[in-house]
């Protein structure tokens, strides 16, 4: 798969006081609240292991339900200590015990199994949506927290989201705090070496692609389909 770069004046930029926009909330489910942003899913307000906005929330290697100290092949629970012994979510008989699924199921879904059954990771084309249905902008500063991140405005309903940049982990270090976000979805790539689809941003771009290792410690903003 090849990269799909959008720089954030394609995506609609407008300078306009973007910080200074709250994030919308318009409703609740199972306690957790969450934005109507026109899309086919409502999206959380905040990430997997958060309270707020403004906090970073929990890293999640894929496949995986509890953050950890130490993101590592070694520490991966779906493999035998290296990417070339995959024991879930493998369809290369060369990387691993090859298996039918692509896809996470729910007990192995970081959202539903911290937020329930109501709530779930997003699919690569729902994260794909999200990126394009709305007007980006990056803040150093949202709503005087000094977190840094894209405050995204829908372009169908005027309703915000906030994806601070929360980085990742890596071993026991973490990347990219302040710099950028990672996201990811329940799909691995049928491509390469069944790494993990997500979307990435910094200050100028939004990333779209399916070649994050999936050992990689990463943010996780939860959709739900109750309306």
């Not at 989201?161 to 929360?166: H, R, V």
Request: hydrophobic content about 35%.
């Amino acid at each position: 798969m090849k990269n799909i770069i959008f720089s954030l004046a394609t995506l609609g930029l407008a300078f306009c006081g973007f910080d200074s926009v709250a994030q919308t909330v318009s409703g609740q489910v199972g306690g957790y609240n969450f934005v109507d942003l026109g899309l086919d899913v409502n999206w959380a307000t905040y990430n997997v292991g958060a309270t707020k906005p403004t906090e970073y929330g929990s890293y999640f290697a894929w496949g995986e339900t509890e953050p950890k100290e130490d993101y590592s092949w070694a520490t991966y629970k779906w493999c035998e200590g290296s990417f070339d012994s995959i024991t879930r979510y493998c369809i290369k008989r060369k990387l691993g015990k090859r298996d039918k699924y692509t896809e996470l199921i729910p007990k192995d879904d970081a959202a539903t199994v911290n937020w329930g059954e109501t709530w779930r990771m997003p699919t690569f084309a729902e994260l794909q949506a999200l990126v394009e249905h709305c007007n980006w902008e990056w803040t150093k500063d949202y709503e005087g927290s000094g977190v840094s991140g894209l405050i995204g405005i829908s372009k169908s309903n005027g309703n915000t989201i906030f994806l601070p940049a929360a980085g990742f982990r890596d071993g026991v270090e973490f990347g990219g705090v302040g710099l950028r976000g990672q996201y990811v979805a329940k799909q691995i790539s049928e491509l390469g070496n069944c790494d993990v689809f997500y979307i990435w941003f910094r200050d100028t771009s939004i990333e779209e692609d399916d070649n994050i290792e999936r050992y990689i410690g990463n943010s996780i903003r939860a959709v739900t389909t109750v309306k």
